[in-house]
């Protein structure tokens, strides 16, 4: 079963999307923020990192460079940034993906 780390400082976009992908049969770990996901790399290995960009603390591109240290699971970010600049930004940056939130399940 593959297991999805959910980062984001939005408990509704956390729990919407942890009760839709446990229905369609992932294990979900979700986090309120990046220091505390990054914490729980040294014990977990997910297949897949969703991740927002911003966040209060660590925001999502510093983030995602401390993760790339850790794992090579693909990263996406999911995100209210949605200039075409933001995405370019995103993408360099070494994410796997850019989804712009609202979004579809």
Avoid: W
């Amino acid at each position: 079963m593959a297991l999805l780390f959910l980062i984001d400082d939005d408990n509704d976009v956390l729990n919407m999307n942890k009760k839709y992908f446990e229905h369609e049969g992932y294990t979900v770990s979700i986090f309120k923020d990046a220091v505390s996901a990054i914490n729980d790399l040294a014990h977990y290995s997910p297949d897949c990192i969703v991740l927002d960009i911003m966040m209060p603390g660590m925001n999502g591109y510093s983030a995602l460079k401390k993760i790339q240290k850790i794992t090579h699971a693909p990263v996406i970010f999911l995100t209210g940034k949605d200039s075409e600049d933001d995405r370019v930004e995103g993408l360099t940056s070494g994410a796997d993906d850019y989804i712009i939130k609202p979004y579809s399940l």
